[in-house]
């Protein structure tokens, strides 16, 4: 649960031990995410280069479609290659393929990140569903780094960070999808993005959840827009009291609380749920890295984008199965 009960000499809790019922076909899942195998469809290399290219005076007319250069950009983010190395990979790749395509140069990959208008992070393929799960969206937000040393570095030299991070807001079902991504700058909060997530999903919600920081009026009454059936929970302060002006969920969220205690309340409302959210963070930075490649906020939307759709993918090919031991 995100809340621990108190013990003595603090909140130390014994960690959860976890048993998985399919661990050979998801330790073949993990492999799989590794192979450098590709197969390009005849309409995918038909789709490589523009058909009709258009000079409308303001330059070269493009030659590659952006199905090219999310495909190139997927690549490199899988890989962790720089631009120069990425087209390099590319471009060696189509050779031993026997095909007559070439890479982007990295310059137009740099340039046409930006304009390639990536509404929310799909790219992914639901599974059969093995009973009427509630649906639920957790959202939750995390940084990542623009430039800066490492942590060893400063810690060895006792310098300060001189970082500088960009802010990833994400929204994740109950399946360890991404359904909603938005990247902004270090001083954004994160009940100001939640109309901007929000619009990224389309179908109807049934849950929401997430932490502390959401827990303002503008945020129920937006979630409460988009979903009007929805369950809202999202853990008020302990300092919280009941308020006419609030939402009706956020004062029966407050009133439960104080009925039953919040660990309860959290069984009762399945904020548990909100471990989704927790989880597809640290899984965007263990696979994707914890720092941004591009240098320019736009073209960083992007990156994060393209990268949410990457993961989406590897979620597909399968996740592990597992239940509480401990």
Known sequence: ?????????????????????????????????????????????????????????????????????????????????????????????????????????????????????????????????????????????????????GEWHQEKYELSSKASWRKLHLGANDEYYYEACVLTDRFCSDDQVVDELLEQIKEPVDHFTGDGAYDKTPVYEAMRAHSPQADIVIPPSAVAVLNEKASPLRNRNIAEIKAHGRMQWQKIRHYGRRNTSELNVLRYKRILGDSMHARELGRQKTEAMIGCGVINKMTSIGMPKSYRCA
């Open 1 to 149: 649960m995100p809340y621990k009960y108190a013990q003595k000499k603090g909140y130390k809790v014994p960690k959860q031990s976890h048993k998985l019922t399919n661990w050979p076909e998801y330790n073949r899942f993990l492999c799989m995410r590794g192979r450098i195998t590709f197969w390009l469809s005849e309409e995918a290399i038909a789709n490589w280069y523009e058909v009709d290219q258009v000079n409308d005076g303001t330059g070269a007319a493009r030659v590659y479609t952006d199905f090219a250069i999310v495909v190139c950009h997927e690549i490199r983010q899988v890989y962790r290659l720089p631009l120069r190395q990425a087209q390099g990979f590319i471009d060696s790749i189509f050779e031993i393929m026997g095909l007559e395509l070439t890479c982007p140069s990295y310059s137009q990959l740099s340039k046409r990140l930006a304009e390639l208008n990536i509404e929310a992070p799909r790219y992914y393929v639901h599974r059969d569903r093995m009973d009427d799960e509630i649906r639920a969206i957790a959202i939750d937000s995390t940084g990542l780094k623009r430039f800066g040393r």
